[in-house]
């Protein structure tokens, strides 16, 4: 099973990424989905999931959309207004359950990562 992040970049406070994380190996339809971020020096921190419904952070709560497409095994964060606060790196993960779809430890697969930053 394999989880490949892409989407990050850089771009400048205010403005707007789109996050994908498509899955191959096997089907994630009827898990959890999320995407968690790390921004240096700090833990890693929940920033939003699917499973039937959606869950969110209060730092994001708005402002980034989780959405995910079962056709293509594939899930997306659509983010926007985007603070300098928001840099990190972002994982997005596979296999949760629905009661643990904000915890990391619930989730059994992980992308690499990938590197937003935002400039003030």
């Known amino acids: 099973v394999q989880l490949q992040a892409c989407g990050g970049g850089v771009v400048q406070a205010g403005g707007s990424l789109r996050l994908s994380c498509a899955a191959s190996g096997r089907t994630f339809s009827r898990y959890a989905s999320g995407w968690f971020r790390q921004a240096p020096g700090k833990e890693r921190e929940f920033v939003a999931a699917?499973?039937?419904?959606?869950y969110y952070s209060d730092s994001v709560k708005g402002r980034f959309t989780i959405s995910k497409d079962n056709a293509k095994n594939t899930v997306y964060l659509q983010m926007t207004s985007l603070k300098p606060e928001d840099t990190a790196v972002y994982y997005c993960?596979?296999?949760?359950?629905?009661?643990?779809?904000?915890?990391?430890?619930?989730?059994?697969?992980w992308g690499q990562g990938t590197l937003v930053t935002v400039s003030s």
């Open positions: 699917i499973a039937g419904n959606t």
């Open positions: 993960a596979a296999g949760g359950s629905i009661l643990t779809a904000t915890m990391a430890r619930g989730y059994d697969y």
